[in-house]
């Protein structure tokens, strides 16, 4: 079974950054794509940034020039850099890794607050 284990969620003033992980129990590079999605209080969940195996990144219009999503490879780690957080920003953030057409795995999430 699949794990992927989040961390460095937070409460955060507007302004400040954060750094997200995502430790996989499976070497990531079996899987096609990873990435962060984001769901905040009422809404839906929605794609913030992805990587897949060949290293071409993806972002969410409104976070394109603020967060930068990045591997490391000897620690089966995605991690995104999230600067500038602002208000909008504040959900609850999950890892998910797609593995071939139809398996998809998710971490059980991390928040994230941004208030001042």
């Known amino acids: 079974q699949v794990r992927l284990v989040e961390s460095g969620g937070g409460l955060v003033q507007p302004g400040e950054s954060l750094l997200l992980s995502c430790v996989s129990s499976?070497?990531?590079?079996?899987?096609?794509?990873m990435g962060w999605y984001r769901q905040a209080p009422g809404k839906q969940r929605e794609l913030v940034a992805s990587?897949?195996?060949?290293?071409?990144?993806k972002y969410l219009d409104a976070v394109k020039d603020r967060f930068t999503i990045f591997r490391d490879n000897t620690r089966d780690t995605v991690y995104l850099r999230m600067n500038d957080l602002q208000p909008d920003d504040t959900a609850v953030y999950y890892c998910?890794?797609?593995?071939?057409?139809?398996?998809?795995?998710w971490g059980q999430g991390t928040r994230v607050t941004v208030s001042s």
């Open positions: 499976e070497n990531i590079f079996n899987f096609n794509v």
């Open positions: 990587i897949n195996v060949g290293g071409k990144t």
């Open positions: 998910n890794a797609k593995m071939g057409q139809f398996i998809d795995y």
